[in-house]
C-alpha cells in the first residue's frame, strides 16, 4: 500500500506538514447554505400513475447538460450532473420534493475562493437508506486532472440546504524529504462514493488515477490504478488520505458498494489484458489500512471476450456484478459468498433479437426482484426477473423519443426501479431527462380514539387519544388530525385544539392526543356553553386533504356524544348551558 494525506484550507496559503510520514496539503471545506426555488406540484395531484411519467425534463439550457447522477429519499431527490456553456464544465444541482414530478431552478455546486473558476465534472451522488445526509464526488479536469473533491448535503429533504464542498489538489506536491523535488497526480477519472458507517470515515471516495510518486524503497509510480481516499484516522478533521496499490495498473470505470452498517467496501473495475478487457473484483477495509498494513483483496474476473462498463451491488453475503460483454450481451456475475467464487448468469440472451448490442448495464436489487438497465440502438430499457435472474421480463423503453439516449459510461443512472436519470439528445445537444414510472401511496385511516381525564383535579373528560393507520406504501409528514363536534341544533364546530404527526411511514400506526379545550380560564367556563346539546364528536386526519391521499373515505371517525360523557358532574346543568348560547 501507498498512502498520502492531505488536508485544504480554502483560505489559508499552502502549507506542508509531516503525518505518519506522509505528505500533507493544508486545505478545509467550506459551508454553503443552497436554496432551491421554484415552487413544486403538489403530491396530491399525482396521487396515482396509471402510465409511466417519462421524459419529464430536468435540464434542457443552451448547451451541454450531461453525466447525471440521482439520490432519493422519499419523495425528495437531488439530481447533480455536468453543464458546458461555451469552455466551462461545472456541476450544477437540482431538487424536487415531489418524487422527481417538478424540479427547482439549477444550482452550480460551490467552491473555494482559491479554487473559484476551475472545471468541475463526473458527479457521483451517494444516499445510504433511509437516511437525509447524502455526499457526493467530483473531479476537475484542470491541471492534468490533478483534483477530486467531495462534499456534504447535509439533508436532501430541507429547502435551505447546507452543502460543504471540499477541493484536494494533488497535482504538483513537494516531497518532504527534498522540498524541491515534486511529484503529481495526474488522469483522475470516474469517481465513486459511498457512505461509510464510521464516525471517524463516514465516507469513501474511489477513483481512477496516476503518479509519478515514488517513497524511498521505490514504490508508488503507477497509471490508472484505483486509488481510495477518506478522512485521515487519526486527524480526519483536518486531514484527508489517499492509498493505491502501485502493482494494481491499467485500469478504467469504476464501481465501489457497500451495505450501509458493514464497513467493507466492494469494487469493481475494468483492467486491461493483453489485447482484452477483463474484471477486477476488490474488497477491503480503509478505516483498518495504514501504509505498513493494508489489505485489499482482489480477483480477476475474465471471458472469452471483452468485459466492459461494469457496476457492483451488495446485498448480505450477496456481491453481483453486471458488465456487458462483447460475444454474450449483458452479464451478471453473482458471488453469494461475499466474492470468494462466482457463477455467471446472462441478462440479455433471451430477450433481445440476435444481433443486438445492448451497453452500459446497470442494476438495483428491490425486495426478491431484480431490475437491470442497459443502452441498445440508442434506447435506455428496463427488464426484470424475479428468480434471481434465471428468467427476465422483455424490456421496457424509458425513453419515449426513439434513439434519444446518448450512451457513455455514467450517462445515466438509477435511483430505484421507478426513477431513472438519462442524458438526452432529441434537441441536438445534450440534455437531462427523468422518468417517475410510480408514486408510492398514502392511505391515512382514523382506526379508534376514545377520551381521558387529563388532569385527575378536573372532573372532565377533554383529553383525547386517537390512533392512525396509513394503509399505504408511501408516507406523510407532517400530518394534521382535528376534532369537531355537532350539537342538536345543527351546528358543527372544528375545536383549536389539533395534533400533527410529525411522520407516519407505510403500513405505520401512530397514536397523538390533544385536547377538546382548555383546563384555564376562560376556555373552561366557555366549554361549558359551547358544548352543551352535544350529539358527536368527529376525528378527521388530514381534514385539508394536502397528502395526496387514495381514500379520504376512511380519514374521519364519528363517534355518538352525550354532555355527561365529558363533563361527568355537570352534565344536570347542561339544559342551563344551552340558554346561555
Same mark, same amino acid.
Given at each position: 500500500?501507498?498512502?498520502?494525506?492531505?488536508?485544504?484550507?480554502?483560505?489559508?496559503?499552502?502549507?506542508?506538514?509531516?503525518?505518519?510520514? #506522509?505528505?500533507?496539503?493544508?486545505?478545509?471545506?467550506?459551508?454553503?447554505?443552497?436554496?432551491?426555488?421554484?415552487?413544486?406540484?403538489?403530491?396530491?395531484?399525482?396521487?396515482?400513475?396509471?402510465?409511466?411519467? &417519462?421524459?419529464?425534463?430536468?435540464?434542457?439550457?443552451?448547451?451541454?447538460?450531461?453525466?447525471?447522477?440521482?439520490?432519493?429519499?422519499?419523495?425528495?431527490?437531488?439530481?447533480?450532473?455536468?453543464? +458546458?456553456?461555451?469552455?466551462?464544465?461545472?456541476? /450544477?444541482?437540482?431538487?424536487?420534493?415531489?418524487?422527481?414530478?417538478?424540479?427547482?431552478?439549477?444550482?452550480?455546486?460551490?467552491?473555494?475562493?482559491?479554487?473559484?473558476?476551475?472545471?468541475?465534472?463526473?458527479?457521483?451522488?451517494?444516499?445510504?437508506?433511509?437516511?437525509?445526509?447524502?455526499?457526493?464526488?467530483?473531479?476537475?479536469?484542470?491541471?492534468?486532472?490533478?483534483?477530486?473533491?467531495?462534499?456534504?448535503?447535509?439533508?436532501?429533504? &430541507?429547502?435551505?440546504?447546507?452543502?460543504?464542498?471540499?477541493?484536494?489538489?494533488?497535482?504538483?506536491?513537494?516531497?518532504?524529504?527534498?522540498?524541491?523535488?515534486?511529484?503529481?497526480?495526474?488522469?483522475?477519472?470516474?469517481?465513486? @462514493?459511498?457512505?461509510?458507517?464510521?464516525?471517524?470515515?463516514?465516507?469513501?471516495?474511489?477513483?481512477?488515477?496516476? +503518479? #509519478?510518486?515514488?517513497?524511498? &524503497?521505490?514504490?508508488?509510480?503507477?497509471?490508472?490504478?484505483?486509488?481510495?481516499?477518506?478522512?485521515?484516522?487519526?486527524?480526519?478533521?483536518?486531514?484527508?488520505?489517499?492509498? %493505491?496499490?502501485?502493482?494494481?495498473?491499467?485500469?478504467?470505470?469504476?464501481?465501489?458498494?457497500?451495505?450501509?452498517?458493514?464497513?467493507?467496501?466492494?469494487?469493481?473495475?475494468?483492467?486491461?489484458?493483453?489485447?482484452?478487457?477483463?474484471?477486477?473484483?476488490?474488497?477491503?477495509?480503509?478505516?483498518?489500512?495504514?501504509?505498513?498494513?493494508?489489505?485489499?483483496?482482489?480477483?480477476?474476473?475474465?471471458?472469452?471476450?471483452?468485459? *466492459?462498463?461494469?457496476?457492483?451491488?451488495?446485498?448480505?453475503? #450477496?456481491?453481483?456484478?453486471?458488465?456487458?460483454?462483447?460475444?454474450?450481451?449483458?452479464?451478471?456475475?453473482?458471488?453469494?459468498?461475499?466474492?470468494?467464487? $462466482?457463477?455467471?448468469?446472462?441478462?440479455?440472451?433471451?430477450?433481445? &433479437?440476435?444481433?443486438?448490442?445492448?451497453?452500459?448495464?446497470?442494476?438495483?436489487?428491490?425486495?426478491?426482484?431484480?431490475?437491470?438497465?442497459?443502452?441498445?440502438?440508442?434506447?435506455?430499457?428496463?427488464?426484470?426477473?424475479?428468480?434471481?435472474?434465471?428468467? %427476465?421480463?422483455?424490456?421496457?423503453?424509458?425513453?419515449?423519443?426513439?434513439?434519444?439516449?446518448?450512451?457513455?459510461?455514467?450517462?445515466?443512472?438509477?435511483?430505484?426501479?421507478?426513477?431513472?436519470? $438519462?442524458?438526452?439528445?432529441?434537441?441536438?445537444?445534450?440534455?437531462?431527462? /427523468?422518468?417517475?414510472?410510480?408514486?408510492?401511496?398514502?392511505? *391515512?385511516? @382514523?382506526?379508534?380514539?376514545?377520551?381521558?381525564?387529563?388532569?385527575?383535579?378536573?372532573?372532565?373528560?377533554?383529553?383525547?387519544?386517537?390512533?392512525?393507520?396509513?394503509?399505504?406504501?408511501?408516507?406523510?409528514?407532517?400530518?394534521?388530525?382535528?376534532?369537531?363536534?355537532?350539537?342538536?341544533?345543527?351546528?358543527?364546530?372544528?375545536?383549536?385544539?389539533?395534533?400533527?404527526?410529525?411522520?407516519?411511514?407505510?403500513?405505520?400506526?401512530?397514536?397523538?392526543?390533544?385536547?377538546?379545550?382548555?383546563?384555564?380560564?376562560?376556555?373552561?367556563?366557555?366549554?361549558?356553553?359551547?358544548?352543551?346539546?352535544?350529539?358527536?364528536?368527529?376525528?378527521?386526519?388530514?381534514?385539508?386533504?394536502?397528502?395526496?391521499?387514495?381514500?379520504?373515505?376512511?380519514?374521519?371517525?364519528?363517534?355518538?356524544?352525550?354532555?355527561?360523557?365529558?363533563?361527568?358532574?355537570?352534565?344536570?346543568?347542561?339544559?342551563?348551558?344551552?340558554?346561555?348560547?
Amino acid at each position: 500500500l501507498c498512502s498520502l494525506v492531505v488536508s485544504a484550507d480554502s483560505t489559508a496559503t499552502q502549507k506542508e506538514e509531516p503525518i505518519d510520514n #506522509n505528505m500533507v496539503l493544508k486545505t478545509k471545506p467550506i459551508k454553503y447554505t443552497a436554496t432551491f426555488t421554484n415552487p413544486s406540484v403538489k403530491i396530491n395531484e399525482f396521487n396515482s400513475l396509471e402510465e409511466p411519467i &417519462s421524459d419529464i425534463i430536468i435540464s434542457n439550457q443552451t448547451g451541454q447538460e450531461r453525466y447525471p447522477s440521482i439520490i432519493t429519499s422519499g419523495k425528495n431527490a437531488i439530481v447533480a450532473y455536468e453543464y +458546458t456553456n461555451n469552455s466551462n464544465t461545472n456541476i /450544477y444541482l437540482k431538487q424536487s420534493v415531489d418524487y422527481g414530478i417538478s424540479w427547482s431552478d439549477s444550482l452550480v455546486l460551490p467552491q473555494p475562493e482559491k479554487y473559484s473558476g476551475i472545471n468541475t465534472t463526473s458527479p457521483n451522488l451517494y444516499i445510504a437508506p433511509g437516511r437525509n445526509k447524502a455526499y457526493g464526488a467530483y473531479i476537475s479536469p484542470d491541471k492534468n486532472a490533478g483534483i477530486y473533491g467531495n462534499f456534504l448535503i447535509d439533508d436532501i429533504t &430541507s429547502s435551505n440546504i447546507q452543502i460543504f464542498p471540499q477541493i484536494v489538489d494533488w497535482s504538483k506536491r513537494p516531497y518532504e524529504s527534498s522540498p524541491e523535488d515534486f511529484f503529481s497526480f495526474t488522469n483522475f477519472h470516474v469517481p465513486d @462514493i459511498v457512505n461509510y458507517d464510521n464516525s471517524t470515515t463516514p465516507w469513501v471516495i474511489a477513483i481512477i488515477g496516476s +503518479t #509519478n510518486y515514488t517513497d524511498e &524503497s521505490g514504490t508508488g509510480p503507477c497509471a490508472d490504478s484505483p486509488m481510495f481516499s477518506f478522512n485521515h484516522l487519526e486527524d480526519p478533521e483536518n486531514f484527508v488520505s489517499i492509498a %493505491w496499490f502501485p502493482n494494481i495498473q491499467h485500469c478504467n470505470n469504476l464501481s465501489i458498494a457497500n451495505e450501509y452498517g458493514n464497513e467493507m467496501i466492494y469494487g469493481v473495475c475494468e483492467i486491461k489484458n493483453g489485447s482484452n478487457q477483463d474484471l477486477l473484483f476488490f474488497k477491503g477495509n480503509p478505516a483498518l489500512w495504514t501504509p505498513e498494513d493494508a489489505e485489499l483483496i482482489n480477483q480477476t474476473i475474465t471471458s472469452d471476450s471483452n468485459l *466492459l462498463h461494469p457496476k457492483i451491488t451488495v446485498k448480505g453475503n #450477496n456481491v453481483y456484478i453486471v458488465a456487458e460483454s462483447d460475444a454474450e450481451g449483458i452479464v451478471i456475475y453473482h458471488s453469494s459468498n461475499k466474492g470468494d467464487s $462466482w457463477s455467471k448468469i446472462n441478462v440479455t440472451e433471451n430477450i433481445l &433479437s440476435p444481433g443486438s448490442n445492448p451497453s452500459f448495464p446497470n442494476i438495483v436489487l428491490e425486495e426478491t426482484d431484480f431490475f437491470c438497465t442497459f443502452v441498445e440502438s440508442g434506447n435506455l430499457s428496463l427488464t426484470k426477473s424475479n428468480n434471481s435472474g434465471v428468467n %427476465w421480463s422483455s424490456p421496457i423503453r424509458i425513453n419515449d423519443v426513439n434513439n434519444s439516449v446518448f450512451s457513455q459510461y455514467n450517462y445515466y443512472d438509477i435511483a430505484n426501479k421507478d426513477q431513472i436519470v $438519462w442524458t438526452d439528445i432529441r434537441e441536438g445537444n445534450q440534455d437531462i431527462y /427523468y422518468q417517475l414510472s410510480y408514486v408510492p401511496s398514502v392511505d *391515512l385511516k @382514523i382506526v379508534n380514539f376514545s377520551f381521558s381525564k387529563e388532569n385527575p383535579l378536573f372532573p372532565f373528560k377533554n383529553f383525547i387519544t386517537i390512533i392512525v393507520k396509513n394503509l399505504g406504501d408511501g408516507y406523510a409528514e407532517n400530518v394534521l388530525v382535528n376534532v369537531s363536534y355537532e350539537c342538536d341544533d345543527g351546528n358543527i364546530t372544528t375545536t383549536k385544539h389539533t395534533a400533527i404527526i410529525a411522520r407516519i411511514d407505510s403500513y405505520q400506526t401512530k397514536t397523538v392526543t390533544t385536547n377538546l379545550f382548555a383546563l384555564k380560564s376562560p376556555d373552561m367556563f366557555k366549554a361549558f356553553i359551547d358544548f352543551a346539546g352535544i350529539t358527536n364528536i368527529t376525528v378527521t386526519v388530514d381534514p385539508n386533504q394536502e397528502k395526496g391521499d387514495t381514500d379520504y373515505s376512511n380519514n374521519a371517525l364519528t363517534k355518538s356524544i352525550e354532555y355527561k360523557d365529558i363533563f361527568l358532574r355537570f352534565w344536570r346543568f347542561e339544559n342551563l348551558f344551552k340558554l346561555l348560547k
